[in-house]
């Protein structure tokens, strides 16, 4: 039974680009949440995804954006980076009839020069 | 919005010795409280977790207790071991829509070092 993946690990990027950064959930999920952990601290939620919709969103900018696909996989688009998007950024997928439980991917390391 | 404080940032024990780890919430309406073990180069790992109409929870030699009262639930690993070196953070969330999953916010993380 496959885990959360999430590609790609590494990125490196300069200020001003775009990055896409992309999930696939667990077997059997259909809900996706997204989570920016900056160096030494907690994760925090960026946005949530279900049914292709964002349903929840935390206190990000507009620069932050995101897409679900019908096989449930999703994609996080932030625009204009700045050297503070320099975060590992986590995937966690649920299945939305049995409660809350949310299981986390290795996650992907952004760098920002 | 809620914010969840984590006390202390780092604890050293000695294998077979107890690990206490403490979080605060701030929101009353949280009532899911998951805890994740973090290591090096990997995501969260949900090793327990306890919904608020239950006191007290155990998994083998982990547990985790909470005092909704008080605000404060707390992780317990008894005879730990040095693989339960990792950092370990709790969250808090409040109930989704249809009791589904909601936005966890978490706290600053613990780093737990056991010496042999």
């Known amino acids: 039974d496959a885990g959360v993946t999430q590609s790609p690990t590494h990125l490196i990027k300069t200020r001003g680009q775009q990055v896409t950064l992309r999930c696939s959930p667990k077997s059997g999920h259909d809900t996706v949440s997204w989570y920016q952990q900056a160096l030494g601290q907690g994760p925090q939620f960026i946005f949530q995804y279900y049914e292709e919709e964002e349903r929840q969103r935390g206190n990000f900018p507009d620069r932050f954006s995101g897409h679900q696909f019908p096989n449930y996989s999703s994609e996080l688009n932030v625009n204009a980076l700045l050297l503070g998007d320099s975060a590992l950024y986590l995937c966690?997928?649920?299945?939305?009839?049995?409660?809350?439980?949310?299981?986390f991917g290795p996650g992907t390391r952004l760098l920002v020069l | 919005g809620e914010n969840v404080e984590q006390h202390p940032s780092t604890l050293s024990v000695q294998e077979g010795d107890s690990a206490v780890i403490k979080c605060t919430y701030s929101?009353?309406?949280?009532?899911?409280f998951p805890w994740y073990k973090q290591e090096l180069g990997k995501g969260p790992q949900l090793i327990i977790d306890?919904?608020?109409?239950?006191g007290e929870k155990k998994d083998q030699r982990i547990a985790v207790t909470l005092n909704k009262t008080a605000k404060h639930f707390s992780l317990h690993i008894t005879e730990t071991q040095p693989e339960d070196s990792a950092v370990y953070f709790c969250?808090?969330?409040?109930?989704?829509?249809?009791?589904?999953?909601?936005?966890?916010?978490f706290g600053t993380g613990t780093r737990l070092q056991v010496t042999l």
């Open positions: 966690a997928s649920s299945f939305s009839l049995l409660g809350r439980t949310q299981y």
């Open positions: 929101d009353s309406a949280s009532n899911y």
């Open positions: 306890i919904r608020s109409n239950v």
């Open positions: 969250a808090a969330s409040p109930l989704g829509r249809g009791g589904t999953a909601s936005k966890l916010t």
